[in-house]
């Protein structure tokens, strides 16, 4: 499995931004995808899961401001990020866990994205 993901850039505090991953290989074996990111000096975290069912996690930080989303189509999964703060800069990662995994198997490379005015 390969992932691919874009849509990180610059945007002004209060702004919006959307971030695809674009899965690609053996995609039949993902069972759940995420977002996860890593801002300057701190670990890595989990910000949002969706899984192959539709079922949703979130960060208690981006509960009502981000939004996970997989079509139908299974191969693409996005991060609708709104209100964007300051806080939310970080390198973003997609991943990918396949059936049977409980830890991410794939990982995509970071998107930074950057708040600030």
């Known amino acids: 499995v390969q992932l691919q993901a874009s849509g990180g850039g610059l945007v002004q505090p209060g702004g919006s931004l959307r971030l695809s991953c674009a899965a690609s290989?053996?995609?039949?074996?993902?069972?759940?995808m995420g977002w996860y990111r890593q801002a300057p000096g701190k670990q890595r975290e989990l910000v949002a899961v969706?899984?192959?069912?539709?079922?949703?996690n979130y960060a208690d930080s981006v509960k009502g401001r981000f939004t996970i989303s997989r079509p139908n189509t299974k191969n693409t999964v996005y991060l609708q990020m709104n209100s964007l703060k300051p806080e939310d800069t970080a390198v973003y990662y997609c991943?990918?866990?396949?059936?049977?995994?409980?830890?991410?198997?794939?990982w995509g490379q970071g998107t930074q994205v950057t708040v600030s005015s």
């Open positions: 991943a990918a866990r396949t059936y049977g995994s409980t830890l991410y198997d794939y």
């Open positions: 290989g053996s995609t039949f074996s993902i069972n759940a």
């Open positions: 969706i899984t192959s069912g539709g079922s949703t």
